[in-house]
């Protein structure tokens, strides 16, 4: 059936759908519900997007990314600059098709990649710091206006006339669920050679917030004349609820005539890998690796796996498993990140599409 949800104009903009995520929301699994490589009126990257990935790698290199950013050196702040503003240019580059094209652009990222690096240890709050995070802010073309301005809850790289050119929407998950995936997958990645093994615990509590997804929330309900508002979606419905995927698919203005819940599993990996843009041999592998360890339920499966997402959780009985499993330092590490996280969880889970 065709789809009758009005698409946002903004700023003379066509349509354009950013997801931001987290790690282990069920993030993939929503992608492939949509089937968006099947969309007939969609643009996006093999990938579907993760067009940060390079950005928050180069940002992740050497520990960097545990560190102030007083201690980083000239060289490491002006590489991930550089990395930031490329994977920047390749998103508009794509948008730029999408236009031409008259098509739907649509992008999915994962919060943290685009968080300004100056707010990796924190929030700042002086006017000097604030001034010096304009040093990672993207160049964006002209088109978007003269003025590149950054309001509060606004952490990302991108400014807030830039963004107001997309209709967000995030996905969540659980922390209780999400966290203990993020940190098994971080694991396997190490063993795998994508990360090294000091970095594991580092890259995992980065990525173990959900504070960024509801600051960029807040940030869309902020804005003026904001024409669609920003949508939500939880994995545990996206898992159990097939009438709250099929209205979120609405909302965004994609055709939910081409969605599926079901599929035919390992043969579609090369939907994930093919054609990275990388042509050394050792880079490919390793992205390879990454896709493989990050992916595997999804590829290996045939249709939604509902095990992997249950009913109610009790936290406490999770930490009492994750002690057994991981043992007590992690365990703690994971306990804190998920009660730590449960305020802006059940904040952005008040706010998502029901049916």
């Known amino acids: 059936m065709a789809v009758t949800t009005n698409t946002p104009e903004n700023n003379d903009q066509p349509h354009r759908v950013l997801i931001v995520s987290v790690p282990r929301t069920a993030s993939n699994l929503l992608l492939k519900i949509l089937n968006i490589p099947k969309q007939p009126n969609v643009l996006t990257n093999p990938k579907g997007g993760y067009f940060f990935y390079d950005a928050f790698m180069t940002a992740s290199e050497n520990g960097r990314i545990g560190k102030p950013l007083e201690q980083w050196t000239v060289d490491e ?94 996905i969540i998950r659980h922390p209780a669920l999400a966290w203990p995936s993020m940190y098994r997958a971080m694991q396997k990645m190490s063993k795998a050679g994508v990360i090294e093994d000091d970095d594991v615990k580092g890259v995992s509590v980065k990525n173990m917030s959900m504070e960024w997804t509801r600051k960029l929330f807040d940030w869309c309900l902020e804005q003026p004349d904001e024409s669609v508002a920003p949508l939500v979606i939880d994995a545990n419905d996206v898992i159990h609820n097939r009438g709250a995927v099929i209205r979120f698919c609405e909302k965004v203005g994609l055709d939910t005539a081409s969605m599926q819940f079901e599929w035919t599993g390992s043969a579609k990996k090369s939907e994930t890998t093919e054609s990275t843009n990388v042509g050394e041999p050792g880079e490919l592998a390793f992205r390879k690796n990454t896709v493989s360890i990050m992916l595997s339920t999804l590829q290996e499966s045939t249709g939604v796996v509902k095990d992997k997402a249950p009913v109610s959780v009790d936290i406490d009985e999770e930490v009492a498993k994750w002690r057994v499993e991981f043992g007590d330092e992690i365990a703690e590490l994971l306990e804190k990140a998920t009660r730590d996280s449960m305020p802006d969880y059940e904040y952005l889970k008040a706010n998502r599409v029901t049916v």
């Open 77 to 170: 702040k002006s590489e991930t600059k550089a990395a930031i503003q490329r994977c920047f240019n390749e998103l508009e580059d794509y948008s730029s098709r999408a236009r031409a094209d008259n098509k739907i652009m649509f992008a999915k990222e994962h919060a943290f990649w685009f968080l300004n690096p100056r707010f990796f240890t924190g929030n700042i709050n002086s006017a000097e710091e604030q001034e010096n995070a304009k040093e990672f802010n993207v160049s964006t073309p002209e088109r978007y206006g003269p003025s590149q301005t950054f309001s509060a809850n606004n952490k990302t790289v991108m400014p807030d006339e830039y963004l107001r050119t997309w209709q967000l929407a995030f």
